[in-house]
């Protein structure tokens, strides 16, 4: 429904000149602390905790991957009977040490389209491969999903590769993304 919104606001803005705002939505799940916080004069009611500071890397981790909304894999278990999603990478984010799988939500499974399964299926082929270091396998699927979906994720994946083709990851490499932008 956000993001329904924020694409109905955009065509407005468009229509009007003006500036369109973007957002990235990150969510995960799990244990916070929450409360009043504040001094007497400037109380706010706030979540805390490596829970919030996950999300809150997810939401920033959306301009790193050109993704909209990006989910824990606790998240996806929670909602993937309602919504069509994509694993997208198993990455670290700054300030910790154990990797998180995330996914990408793509649509309502109610109103997914051929389209939708298909740059799905092919993207996680195109991940499968890029973990197991055969890079002109996925190279091909990442730059094919580029062109024909205009997906930005498989840009991402295109660069990397071509990152590790001119200089490759260490033999122990894990496929781990480490994410240092907050």
């Not at 973007?22 to 004069?41: D, H, L, R, T, Y």
């Not at 824990?72 to 009977?81: I, N």
């Not at 109103?111 to 499968?128: A, D, N, V």
Request: proline share 3%.
């Amino acid at each position: 429904e956000i993001r329904t919104a924020m694409a109905e606001e955009r065509d407005t803005r468009l229509k009007k000149r003006q500036k369109v705002v973007q957002i990235g939505i990150g969510i995960n799940s799990g244990p916070v602390v929450f409360g009043s916080v504040g001094a007497k004069e400037r109380m706010d009611f706030t979540s805390i905790g490596d829970t919030v500071n996950l999300a809150a890397r997810l939401e920033g981790a959306n301009k790193s991957y050109n993704t909209k909304t990006l989910i824990t894999e606790v998240v996806y278990a929670k909602v993937k009977k309602l919504f069509v999603c994509r694993e997208i990478d198993l990455l670290t984010v700054k300030g910790k040490v154990k990797p998180v799988r995330i996914f990408e939500i793509l649509q309502e499974k109610e109103k997914t389209t051929k389209h939708i399964l298909t740059l799905k299926k092919q993207f996680e082929s195109g991940i499968e491969f890029y973990r197991e270091r055969k890079w002109k396998s996925a190279m091909d699927i990442f730059l094919k999903l580029k062109d024909d979906y205009k997906d930005g994720v498989s840009e991402v994946f295109a660069e990397r590769i071509r990152l590790f083709q001119r200089n490759p990851p260490p033999r122990n490499w894990d496929g781990v993304f480490k994410l240092t932008v907050k």
